[in-house]
């Protein structure tokens, strides 16, 4: 079955370390995007990339950083800036190269970051 | 930056009825999205309608949007328990720009 796969479900984080989350798609979807849920929340753009080895900062980028080395890979690595990284993180990806807004976007399950 | 804002920001319905869910946006766009998010899992898109449509159907949902009132709503008919989520609606700009997803409405449905 095509899809997104992220992992892991659920994180800790322990003060000054840097964690990363991974976003895995089958779906040979050109277009992958990063978002942080809070809770009762809409969703807020981390990051975004049309294509490999390129990404753009979306309006929360402060504190993250991603790579987009492969077309089915874009990890998020949130970092010890990050100081408040307590939410639901979902990946998603859609179809084809340019105007990301025009096709349904498709989604991971999530991972749940905690602080310990 | 937060373009669609639902409303009602919760409902709670009793099965068999109908639920609306109504977004308002703020600039033009290319087409609005509706999407569904079940407690702990990601979004699952439910319709897409373009500027240039003014009603879609799929199954039980019918949405409309209004350009001249920037507004789209969501009509889930003869409601289930199974349709218990959150509602976000989403705006695509012209342009190359990426979606902007509202706060959303959160469907309780009881049976």
């Known amino acids: 079955d095509g899809g997104i796969t992220q992992s892991p479900k659920y994180l800790f984080r322990k003060e000054g370390q840097n964690v990363t989350l991974s976003c895995e798609q089958n779906?040979?979807?050109?277009?992958m995007y990063w978002y942080r849920q809070d809770p009762g929340q809409g969703l807020r753009l981390i990051y975004y990339s049309q294509i490999v080895n390129d990404f753009q900062k979306g309006d929360i980028a402060e504190g993250y950083s991603v790579s987009r080395e492969k077309k089915e890979s874009f990890p998020l690595t949130v970092t010890s800036a990050q100081k408040n990284p307590t939410a639901f993180y979902l990946c998603?990806?859609?179809?084809?190269?340019?105007?990301?807004?025009?096709?349904?976007?498709?989604f991971g399950d999530g991972t749940r970051l905690s602080i310990l | 930056s937060q373009q669609g804002e639902e409303d009602p920001q919760a409902l709670s319905i009793q099965e068999g009825e109908n639920a609306t869910m109504n977004c308002s946006y703020k600039?033009?766009?290319?087409?609005l999205q509706w999407y569904r998010q079940n407690s702990g899992r990601g979004l699952v898109h439910l319709i897409l309608?373009?500027?240039?449509?003014r009603e879609k159907h799929s199954g039980r949902l019918r949405v409309t949007l209004d350009t001249s009132k920037k507004s789209s709503s969501l009509l889930i008919t003869a409601s289930r328990a199974a349709d218990t989520a959150s509602y976000f609606c989403a705006t695509a700009n012209s342009g190359n720009t990426p979606l902007v997803f509202g706060k959303g409405t959160r469907l309780s449905v009881i049976a």
């Open positions: 779906l040979n979807h050109d277009a």
């Open positions: 600039t033009s766009i290319n087409n």
């Open positions: 998603a990806s859609s179809p084809g190269q340019g105007a990301t807004g025009y096709q349904p976007q498709h």
């Open positions: 309608i373009r500027s240039n449509e």
